[in-house]
């Protein structure tokens, strides 16, 4: 059942590479520029875009191949030209098994109208794919192998003219030549990785009012870029030690989870801090923080703790100065009688 899902794919794609909806189609691909590599090594099959004169606002894009042939190790989204992504790419598996597919959708606020003059051919990136061949036992005796990689049925692009049109589209696949060297295996993706040390871009966090994402709940909102080897994940910590969580005799357990945008708060009254981490491929870092408007309950709480605060100090001052001023009466009423007593004795 697996291969026949291969073979439909194959065949949906080949139909719409040899009848294009139109001369000026947009265009996915897969670069075929090295189609040739060792069956050890880890290699990049980019994932492009060719506009052809128009706007693209956003793209689904689904990747099929056959698992026992080649193996989808990640997806690099380090030179992608999608900015705002609503699925990171996913490698479908069941039970650690590759299923063959790859599926991943995003987009571009203002639009991506192609490449820019000059340009030498690498912003026109959706993705790439990070592959390396399967060893099988048979294939020591073959000098080479052959692989296809389609984009399969579900690929689409949208434009961008205020309505989301579904453009018409041209899809191309590629053709592996997977083969034999006793070499040592070269692994371009992980040398790459290792050179990232700069972390994930800087970004914001938004509130989400429930009913605007069909909810009557409180979500967060967030995105980001990697220009290196690529947001690998998000977490989220929410936390209100610095508010007023002294004063609701309730211990909160603050601890990262990983998450994706948009967020669900578990703090639905909004009284934490919150937290937001995105990590890149080789595990930097960058944290944003981000505090939600008081409720009327936070302020009266923090305005009745102020208020007992200055109420403590002010009490604290008149202790002092009364006991201040009753001992200086006291050291003058002793100081009278002893001069009294002194006037009697002589």
């Known amino acids: 059942m697996q291969r026949l899902c291969y073979i439909s794919l194959f065949l949906v794609a080949g139909c719409i590479g040899v009848f294009p909806y139109t001369t000026y189609a947009v265009q996915i691909f897969l670069d075929t520029t090295e189609n040739t590599h060792n069956l050890s090594d880890t290699f990049y099959i980019p ?6 004169g128009e706007c693209i606002n956003a793209v689904t894009v689904e990747v099929a191949y056959n698992p026992d042939e ?12 999608l900015t705002l992504w609503t699925q990171f790419p996913l490698i479908q598996k069941n039970e650690g098994k590759e ?3 790859v599926l991943f959708e ?4 203002g639009g991506y109208c192609g490449r820019v003059i000059g340009d030498p051919g690498q912003t026109n990136i959706l993705a790439k794919l990070v592959v390396t061949g399967v060893r099988q036992q048979e294939f020591a005796t073959d000098t080479s192998k052959v692989s296809q990689v389609v984009l399969g049925p579900a690929t689409k692009a949208y ?3 205020g309505s989301g049109t579904e453009a018409p589209l041209t899809l191309a696949g590629s053709t592996l030549v997977l083969t034999y060297s006793s070499s040592s295996p070269n692994n371009l993706w992980l040398s790459d990785v290792k050179q990232d040390v700069i972390a994930p871009e800087l970004f914001e966090i938004t509130l989400v009012e429930g009913p605007s994402v069909g909810s009557n709940k409180h979500y967060i909102a967030f995105n980001t870029t990697d220009k290196q080897s690529g947001v690998d994940h998000y977490e989220v910590l929410e936390t209100d030690p610095d508010r007023f969580g002294f004063l609701t005799w309730t211990p909160r357990e603050s601890y990262w989870v990983i998450a994706s945008s948009p967020y669900e708060l578990r703090d639905q009254n909004l009284h934490s801090k ?21 409720s009327p309950f936070v302020v009266l709480t923090q305005s009745y703790t102020a208020l007992l605060l200055v109420g403590v100090l002010v009490f604290i001052v008149f202790l002092v100065l009364y ?10 009423v002793l100081k009278n009688s002893a001069i009294i007593e002194d006037d009697h004795g002589q």
Do not use: C, F
């Not at 193996?71 to 690099?76: E, G, K, L, P, T």
């Not at 995003?106 to 606020?109: A, H, N, T």
């Not at 006991?323 to 003058?332: E, L």
């Open 99 to 101: 299923l063959g597919q």
């Open 159 to 161: 434009l961008h003219d």
């Open 47 to 52: 994932v492009r875009i060719d506009t052809q």
């Open 274 to 294: 919150i937290l937001v981490k995105a990590v890149d491929k080789n595990g930097n870092e960058r944290i944003v923080t981000y505090t939600p408007p008081m």
């Open 70 to 81: 080649i193996s989808i190790q990640d997806v690099s989204t380090g030179e992608s030209v």
């Open 323 to 332: 006991k201040t001023i009753r001992r200086k009466r006291r050291n003058d």
């Open 106 to 109: 995003g987009g571009i606020p």
